[in-house]
């Protein structure tokens, strides 16, 4: 369960932003369960409805079949997706049921990215799942998930919420780690963040690079975290030869956090696989959930 507002009602002011509508994507993916139930952890704090968001695979045909395609082998393929999302929808909607929590169940044919970047825009927040790292067979991976979680960020306009493949996390947003470095992209994601950051037990605002430089960084966005009552800590962080992504996830676990917010950084996809990057560094190796936002 998260944090409760009523327990720190005195940070969360009057009508403070919150969220109120959350959706959260599913589909021929083991993981569904896990994201449902962060979920419900966030509706029930805030008050939320869930809108469930299943995206059907298309046929996935092998590429040495060339152009011969058997109507069997897309049909057969076919059945089992609808039979898969048939399953899906019943035990959403029996778990959130359960819960008592306001709930509705939503299909697309559409890729993920374009079917959550159109239910994102109308949503507080898009809860998404990093893909399997580390997949035996890549073309087990859903259609589109692959480039899901950074994608949606760049795209949506709304804050994604990405869940790693691995593990459980209902309990996120205790201890949460802000990456500062005071770009546009960060200060939309510590805004978009704010009510999850208004019920952190702690908040621990990171920058990385040169002591003087940083804390000279990090004092105005601190003295304006405290302003909305935040239980905060605030450090620079020496990389130490470590990539920036790497650095953050380790600062991360060493605190202690169960969440990260940071800015997702786009380039081209070309620039991304040459150079590597911030944000694909984070999603590819996360052990935590991590709120991004463009």
């Known amino acids: ?82 039979k898969a999302s048939v399953g899906a929808k019943e035990e959403f909607l029996a778990t959130c049921t359960a819960a008592g929590i306001e709930h509705r169940w939503l299909s697309s044919d559409l890729a993920p990215v374009e079917a959550l970047r159109l239910a994102a825009r109308c949503s507080d927040i898009a809860i998404v799942g990093q893909p399997d790292p580390n997949p035996s067979d890549p073309a087990s991976i859903p259609y589109g998930t692959d480039v899901l979680p950074h994608e949606l960020a760049l795209q949506a306009g709304r804050p994604i919420l990405a869940v790693p493949y691995a593990g459980s996390q ?24 704010m009510p999850l950051l208004r019920g952190a037990e702690m908040v621990h605002l990171i920058t990385l690079g040169p002591e003087r430089k940083g804390r000279a960084a990090l004092a105005e ?35 202690g956090c169960d969440m990260m917010v940071m800015g997702a950084f786009g380039h081209s996809r070309l620039r991304e696989m040459v150079f590597g990057g911030v944000t694909e560094t984070v999603l590819g190796n996360m052990t935590l959930p991590v709120l991004l936002s463009n």
Do not use: C
């Open 1 to 82: 369960m998260l944090p409760g507002d009523k327990r720190h009602g005195h940070n969360t002011g009057g009508r403070a932003m919150s969220y109120r509508d959350i959706v959260v994507h599913l589909t021929l993916d083991p993981r569904n369960a896990a994201r449902t139930q962060i979920a419900i952890a966030m509706a029930r704090r805030f008050g939320a409805r869930i809108s469930g968001l299943y995206t059907v695979p298309p046929p996935n045909v092998p590429y040495y079949m060339g152009e011969y395609i058997p109507t069997e082998l897309i049909q057969k393929q076919m059945d089992e997706a609808q």
């Open 221 to 255: 966005i601190a003295d304006h975290l405290q302003r909305h009552g935040l239980r905060l800590e605030s450090a620079v962080i020496a990389p130490n030869g470590a990539k920036v992504g790497q650095a953050l996830l380790n600062e991360a676990k060493s605190r």
């Open 170 to 193: 209902p309990d996120l947003g205790r201890r949460i780690l802000v990456a500062w470095n005071g770009k546009r992209e960060a200060a939309r994601a510590l805004h978009d963040a």
